[in-house]
């Protein structure tokens, strides 16, 4: 199944002319989608809680600044860009009462909208624009280099009939139609991410480390060098894998290195694991996962806390602290 491909011959300016995007939040992503749309010629204006730095931090760059239902009342176009498990409330208390029709309510993550913590009127049209990096990461393509990260692009709601225009304009608008808007689903979206951070990219991967790590440590080898072996050198490896797929890693590697991996790799990541994944996704699916997660937000993150904390004071992490004190090249960075 092959998805649209869209890029800046696709999108038409005029669905933004004269209109202000309301940025709601000034984060990772709403900075960066903020002084992008400006620097383009968009009327931009930020909506942040009282009491939040990053409203004089948004001022400074020359953007015009208000609460969040001030900002909702006077945009036709907002980007909900504030973190997922407060979305449902600020949306019910300051968007909702000033969503008039015909607005567009846009997302850069499907989660709040696909499991229908926030369901807008059928007035307005519901849409994402979800890029696919760090916003700082964003920003600075654009200005540096002139060029724009990939995004996806989904409508949810199509009230105007305008959805998918507004959607094109706004990624050609934030850099990203320079570089290509691939067309996809809430539901495609938001599952695919959750599963891809829960499986690999957070969750398994650190699952993995420290499983090896803890598998050296226990038969007797020293940490630091389970740490190195298992831990610091994943960096290399990764960077060859998004550089040129397995088969570029493989061809740097080795030649032992490569027929371990061909002849190892799946005797540990085995069936099980396989079988591991499908339920992970079932949860996933079922919106099992989405409402335990909000209901651990709404009952004071207690679980979530605890965990983190435990997490932070593994032992693959004190082995680790000292190690990266000897490479401060690498800009070590601790969270304690
Ligand atoms: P973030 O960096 O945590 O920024 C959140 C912003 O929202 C901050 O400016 C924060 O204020 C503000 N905020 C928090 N609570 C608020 C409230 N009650 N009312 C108004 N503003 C509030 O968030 P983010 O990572 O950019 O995520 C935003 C959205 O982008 C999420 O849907 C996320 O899934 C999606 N996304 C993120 C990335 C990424 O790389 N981070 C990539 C793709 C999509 P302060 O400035 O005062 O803290
Ligand atoms: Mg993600």
């Not at 994944?277 to 996962?289: E, K, P, T, Y």
């Not at 983190?308 to 601790?334: C, D, F, K, Y």
């Amino acid at each position: 199944m092959a998805v649209n491909i869209y890029t800046d011959k696709d999108a038409d300016m005029s669905f933004l002319e004269g209109k202000t995007v309301g940025m709601i939040g000034y984060g990772s992503q709403g900075h960066a989608h903020a002084l992008n749309l400006h620097d383009s010629g968009i009327k931009v204006m930020v909506g942040l809680y009282e009491g939040s730095a990053s409203r004089q931090v948004a001022r400074d760059a020359g953007l015009a600044v208000g609460s969040v239902a001030e900002v909702a009342k006077e945009a036709e176009i907002m980007m909900v860009a504030i973190p997922d498990h407060v979305q449902k409330d600020v949306y019910r208390d300051e968007i909702e009462p000033n969503l008039g029709p015909g607005k567009a309510l846009m997302f850069a993550h499907g989660f709040t909208i696909h499991y229908q913590f926030v369901v807008p009127p059928p007035t307005v049209d519901v849409l994402m624009i979800a890029p696919k990096a760090p916003g700082h990461r964003m920003r600075e393509h654009f200005v540096e280099q002139g060029i724009g990260v990939p995004c996806l692009l989904a409508v949810h709601q199509d009230a105007t009939g305008n959805a998918k225009n507004i959607g094109l304009a706004y990624a050609s608008g934030i850099g990203c139609a320079r570089a290509g808007v691939l067309e996809t689903t809430f539901k495609d979206e938001t599952e695919s991410d959750l599963f891809g951070e829960q499986s690999v990219l957070c969750g398994g991967v650190t699952a993995l480390i420290n499983l090896a790590f803890e598998t050296l440590v226990e038969r007797g080898y020293p940490p630091e060098i389970a740490y190195f072996e298992c831990l610091h050198e994943l960096k290399m490896i990764v960077d060859l894998i998004q550089q040129g797929g397995f088969n570029y890693m493989r061809y740097s590697v080795s030649d032992t290195a490569e027929y371990g991996d061909l002849t190892r790799g799946t005797r540990v990541v085995d069936d099980h694991v396989r079988e591991n994944m499908n339920r992970v996704l079932d949860d996933i699916q079922s919106g099992a996962f989405a409402k335990e997660w909000m209901a651990e937000c709404d009952e004071g993150r207690h679980n979530f806390l605890r965990l983190r904390q435990e997490a932070r004071t593994s032992r693959i992490h004190e082995v680790g602290r000292g190690l990266r004190e000897m490479m401060p090249w690498m800009n070590p960075r601790e969270i304690e």
